[in-house]
Structures are given as C-alpha cells and as structure tokens.
C-alpha cells in the first residue's frame, strides 16, 4: 500500500505570495492532519480534517487554512507569506479521527519565504 | 494542558552501544504515547506506540520502550545501535477525545553514531 504523499516537496515563494500544499492519504484513510516543523518551534500541530470537516484546529493565524475533499485528499494553503513561515510542512494520515489512531506521515514539502 | 519533553537534545553513542532516550509527558488522563523518527530530510516514522496493557512495548527496528506512570515516562531503549540509527527521534501524546488525532510532540533528540 503506498504511503502519505505530498506535492511538491520543495517550494520557494516570497513574501506576501501565497502557496498552496496538497497531500494525499494512505488509500483507506480518512483522517488528515497537518504539522508545521521549524528549528525554533519544533513539530506543531495546524489541524486536522475528517470526513471533509475540519476537526480540530491548532493555534495558528487565520492565513492558515486547509480543505479535504470527498477522495480525503487535502490541501493547505497559507496566505501573504511571512519569512517565520518557512518551514517544513508534514501531512499525517489515518484511518479515522481518535486518541488511539496512529498517524502515519509523508516525506514532507520543504518551504522557503523569501 | 498536556506536553512532553525530551530532556536531551544531542546523544553520543558508539554504535554497538546501548541507547536510551528520555521521554516525560504531562497529562491529565490515561495518554496515548508514540515514538517517531527522523533522518535528515524525512518525514516521521513510527517506531511503536502504547495505547494499554503491558507497559514494555516493542516497535520496529529493535527499539522498546518502557511507560512508567509513576515517573510519567515513556523511554526508548536499544540494547545495540547501528549506524543507521543516527536520526532525531521524537516523542509523542495525543489529546483527549474531543482533540481528535492531535499530536503533542517533545522538542526531539538528535542521536549521532560513532564509529
């Protein structure tokens, strides 16, 4: 069974631009999440959708936001791009929404603000 | 709130060496706790995970860790590390029920091998 896939895994954009990143899910899974990885902050959370809806959200500004679609692909896009953007960013995938279900994660989409 | 920190940032071992690597999580109910991995310009993958019942769990890799309520810690251990095993390695706690499949990670340890 493949694994979490996410597009494109490197990006450049500057600042003001806005990006959008897509990940697609293990085959089966309906759950996606999103972290964001930098040096300073480490891995933190940016939400989560289920079944289309977004589930539960982390503390970031409103320029972050995602979808999911009805195949539970998802996308994430971030608005006027800021240099403390750059980052990595990780999409998780699971077979549903819970405590107790493991999260399995893609290769990542590297960003650069400039 | 629930957090979990790893206490070290950088570990030195010799390969063939054993390994352990902290982990302390502060929570409030029964948590969920995970081990993953990094290698450089990786996702994460999961090493093992503990959910309930024993408290030594074995993952892949020849990795176990051990959770120890009492000292709200779940370590990782390997009795001999290889070379391959240099990475950074996380560790991790998932919410309540209602926060879904939110994951609270430590700051992580760097682990270098050495020859």
């Known amino acids: 069974k493949a694994g979490v896939t996410q597009t494109p895994r490197y990006l450049i954009k500057t600042r003001g631009q806005q990006v959008t990143l897509s990940c697609s899910p293990i085959s089966g899974h309906r759950s996606v999440s999103w972290y964001q990885q930098t040096p300073g902050q480490g891995l933190q959370f940016l939400f989560e959708?289920?079944?289309?809806?977004?589930?539960n959200k982390g503390n970031f500004p409103g320029r972050f936001s995602g979808r999911q679609f009805s195949n539970s692909r998802s996308e994430m896009n971030v608005s006027t791009l800021e240099l403390g953007d750059s980052a990595l960013y990780l999409c998780?995938?699971?077979?549903?929404?819970?405590?107790?279900?493991?999260?399995?994660f893609g290769p990542g989409t590297r960003l650069l603000v400039l | 709130a629930q957090s979990v920190t790893q206490p070290d940032i950088h570990i030195t071992v010799s390969e063939g060496a054993s390994l352990e690597l902290r982990c302390n999580y502060s929570y409030g109910a029964t948590p969920y706790l995970f081990w993953y991995v990094q290698s450089p310009g990786q996702g994460l993958q999961l090493l093992l995970k503990?959910?309930?019942?024993?408290?030594l769990v074995q993952g892949i890799k020849g990795f176990e860790a051990e959770f120890k309520r009492s000292q709200s810690s779940f370590n990782l251990r390997k009795p001999s590390v290889h070379w391959s095993d240099a990475a950074e390695y996380f560790c991790a706690v998932s919410g309540i029920k209602a926060a879904g499949n939110k994951l609270t990670f430590g700051g992580g340890t760097r682990v270098l091998v050495k020859p």
């Open positions: 998780a995938s699971s077979f549903a929404s819970g405590v107790q279900e493991t999260q399995y």
């Open positions: 503990y959910f309930s019942g024993d408290t």
């Open positions: 959708y289920f079944s289309e809806t977004q589930r």
